[in-house]
């Protein structure tokens, strides 16, 4: 039989196994990017490739240093970052909200399921011209954009997760007594919430996806009219330097979601 103290050397043995683990990947993780970033640089300087086409990381900097010095770096980089966030906060709020009324009454939801369906497998840049007309060139019609491709994502992925609800514990709830609201604050809400989470981390990938289309179609700034105009001046170096800014932001807003995955399910 196990003594306490064993226990608990077994366990702090196990914390320190963890922990270096986690430093090994972190370790990796930085490791691999710089390897990247060198042999990228190497590729560039020794003109294997001609880094006209494929830019490298010091020419992505020094771009960055003079979008810096001209100001317009944090201006475009807000201007992406608010059309993003508020579609992602928007879709996040209305694809609960839907998802929630969809499994508070059956009929709507059997009525209005395989719509949703047909909805999310539209591709949405076929809009783009439609979004123009309603709301014109401005930020609006890209904030649409990101909630539109990200709505559906979390209607389909929240009612999923309401509805996985276990069965029995339901029943045991109906037979004392207890009404729906009782049911989806006690037990729907709670169970709901691994899947809330990954809504999220989902939506997150889909609101960048929505912002960058929406400015392809119609910008005049952002991370994405840059690319666009970069492209369109054979400026690749400029369009590289947009796309990694667009990745941190991306890499960042990810890491905030997964945060809140740590305080939500105290992990």
């Known amino acids: ?46 003109k294997l490739v001609d880094p006209f086409i494929i830019s490298s990381p010091s020419r992505i900097a020094v771009q960055i240093g003079k979008l810096a010095a001209d100001g317009s770096l944090f201006y475009h980089i807000g201007v992406t970052l608010w059309e993003t966030v508020a579609g992602f906060v928007i879709a996040v709020v209305l694809g609960t909200g839907i998802a929630l009324a969809l499994w508070w ?39 649409f954009m990101t909630v539109l491709v990200g709505i559906i994502v979390a209607i389909l992925h929240m009612l999923g997760g309401f509805m996985a609800t276990d069965a029995n514990k339901i029943l045991l709830l109906q037979s004392m007594g207890a009404s729906k609201v009782q049911m989806l604050r006690k037990l729907v809400l709670p169970s709901a919430l691994p899947q809330f989470v990954g809504m999220l981390k989902i939506c997150v990938g889909m609101a960048w996806i929505g912002s960058i289309m929406g400015e392809y179609i119609v910008s005049k700034a952002g991370l994405g009219y840059l690319i666009v105009y970069g492209g369109q001046v054979f400026k690749l170096d400029l369009v ?23 305080i939500l399910t105290k992990k």
Request: aromatic share 6%; net charge positive.
């Open 1 to 46: 039989m196990k003594t306490q103290s064993n226990c608990s050397l077994e366990h702090s043995l196990f914390l320190r196994r963890r922990r270096r683990e986690s430093i090994v990947v972190q370790l990796a993780r930085f490791g691999l990017l710089i390897a990247v970033l060198g042999i990228w640089e190497l590729i560039a300087g020794l």
């Open 105 to 143: 009454s059956e009929r709507a939801r059997r009525i209005l399921e395989p719509y949703i369906v047909v909805l999310n497998s539209l591709p949405k840049i076929a809009l783009g011209p439609v979004i123009i007309i309603w709301f014109g060139t401005g930020s609006s019609a890209i904030v």
């Open 240 to 262: 590289m330097a947009a796309t990694v800014i667009l990745c941190a932001l991306a890499g960042a807003m990810y890491a905030l979601v997964a945060l809140a995955e740590r």
